[in-house]
């Protein structure tokens, strides 16, 4: 999305919670998803928007 030259010298939008999400808020996410605690999570949709989705 950023390399359109129409979007070229425009910023991205901060979302709600101020900052964009982290790498290693994505891998902390991965991660717990990938563990034992998880074992019982099944066909479930997580987003991490930082709330640009509200």
Do not use: K, N, Y
């Amino acid at each position: 999305m950023l390399p359109d030259p129409g979007r070229a010298h425009t910023p991205p939008a901060l979302p709600p919670l101020g900052r964009l999400v982290s790498a290693a808020e994505v891998a902390g996410l991965t991660a717990f998803l990938l563990g034992p605690d998880a074992g019982a999570i099944t066909g479930q949709l997580l987003v991490q928007c930082a709330g640009a989705s509200l």
